[in-house]
C-alpha cells in the first residue's frame, strides 16, 4: 500500500436531514475485432479531446507480487484508521449483501457454463497475449487476465458492466458479450451504470434510465430515445445502488469529480478535479423508483462530504467511499462512510458517517458486490508520488534508467483495497504507455477493465479473476 504524504484533516461525521454464482448457458465466446481505428470516435468528451501517441516501445516492467503488511490500527479520522463498523458491515453483506442475493436468485452469470466455482467461469476466454496487452501484464501469480473483446474505436470516460458481466459499457459505446454484438446506445455520450440486482441501467447526458429489457428482448443493435427509457436529472458521474429489500434504487452524483479520461495522452498522475473540494463540497443522492417496466426519477437531495468527492454508492446503498484531498487541495486517498438514506415519499432523510480512511493513491474506486473490497486504478509516471510509485513497480527509483519511460509515457495499473484490512494489491503490471482503467467487479467476483494504449484506437476489455486470491 502507497502512504500518502503525512497531510491529515480531521474530517467530522456529517448529518444531513433534508425534505429530501449462478452459471450460464451462454457458451458463446465473444469475437476479438482485429480492424483498427486510430481515429477518436464522436464521444461528447467533458474535457480536451485526445491525441495521438507514438508507437508504444518494449516493455521493461519488472513483475512484483508482495502484498503490503498493515500497520496498527490509527483512529478513524486519520490515516489507516477503521472503525469496527467495517468487518460488521462485511459480515452482514457476506450473506444478504447483493453477491448472496444474485446469487440465491441463480442470476446466470456470463461464460459460466459448466463451471462449478466462479473463479472457473470465462476458461474459453482467451488470456492476454502480445498480440493485444502482453502476456506478462498479471502482478499476482496464478491469476489470468482475460481478453473478453477489442474495440476498434475509442471511448470516452469509464466502462462499467451488468451485475451478470454479460454487457459492457464503454463510453458510447455498449458491448452484448454473449452475441459478440454491439449495441447503439442512442445519445449517449458517457458515464454508463448498472444496477447491481440487474434490473436496469443509466447514461449520460439526459439522466437516461432504461429497464434491462431494453437489451434483453430480442436482439437489439440499438436502444432509441423513444423507448422505456426514461430522462431525468441524475447528474453526471452517478454511480448505482439498490436497497436489499429491492424497494428503493439510489444514485449518488458528483457534482465535486475529476473528470477522468485518462490514457488517450500521457498521464502521469491522478487526473485534476474540475472544481475545488473544500469545506462546503457536496453529493447528490437521488431516489428512483422501478415501476416494472421502467424507472422513474423521485427525489434529490445534496449531502455535504467536506473535502471529499467523486463519492461512490455501494450496491446495498450503505456505504459511501469518497476521495478526499488535504486543506492544499492534494489528494490523499480515500474516506470511507456509513450512508443512511431514507424517504417518505419524496422527502428524503440522509446521513454520511466517516468509518474508515486509507490514504493510498488511486481514482474511480467500485465496491465488490458482498462489498468487503474495492478495486480502482492509479496512474503512475510523474508528480510527488513519482519516486515512491517508481519502487512499488519494482525500480530503485524515480531516476532508475528502466523508468524513464514511464516518465513520458505513463501508466496506469489496477489495485484491490480489502476495506477490511487495509491492504492493497496491485492486479496489473502494465507497460510505459499502457492504461488499465476503470475497474469494477460483476457479482460473482470478476474483475473487468479496459486498457488504452498510446498511438493506437484500439481498447481491449479485459477480465482478472485476482479477486478471489485475495480471499
Known sequence: MRIA???RIGIASVTLLASLVGCSDDTSTPAVDASVDATPTTDAPKVDAPSTDATPTADTTPTTDTPVTPVDRPPVGECGGIGPEVAAHVTAMSTMGWAAQNRSRSMMMHGCAGATRPQ?????????????????????TGAHLRVLYTGATRSGFWTRSSADGRFVG???????LARAADVTMTGAMYDPAFFPDNSGYTYQPMGRMCPMSTLTTG????????????????????????????????????????????GHMATLTETRRNEAWGATAQTSLTL???TGSGFTAVGSRSLRTPFQGDAVISPSSRMLITRFVDAAGAYQGYVLNRLEATHTGSAIMASATEVARYCIQGAKPAFSYDERFVTYHHYAGGGPDADADARELGFTGEDDPAFAEYTTRGVSNIY?????????????????GQYALYPHYRSDGWIYFIVRTLGTGREQVIASDAGFMMR
Open 5 to 7: 504524504p503525512a497531510h
Open 170 to 176: 464503454r463510453g458510447i459505446h455498449l458491448r452484448d
Open 416 to 432: 484491490i483495497l480489502d476495506l477490511t484490512t487495509g491492504v492493497s494489491r496491485r492486479v496489473t503490471n502494465m507497460g510505459p
Open 288 to 290: 428512483m423508483a422501478n
Open 219 to 262: 436482439e437489439p443493435t440499438a436502444v432509441p430515445l423513444a423507448s422505456a427509457c426514461a430522462g431525468s436529472s441524475l447528474g453526471l458521474y452517478q454511480h448505482l445502488g439498490t436497497s436489499l429489500d429491492g424497494a428503493d434504487y439510489w444514485a449518488t452524483s458528483a457534482g465535486n469529480a475529476a473528470w477522468d479520461d485518462g
Open 120 to 140: 472457473d467461469c470465462l476458461a474459453m476466454v482467451p488470456e492476454a497475449s502480445d498480440a493485444d496487452i502482453g502476456a506478462n501484464r498479471s502482478a499476482i
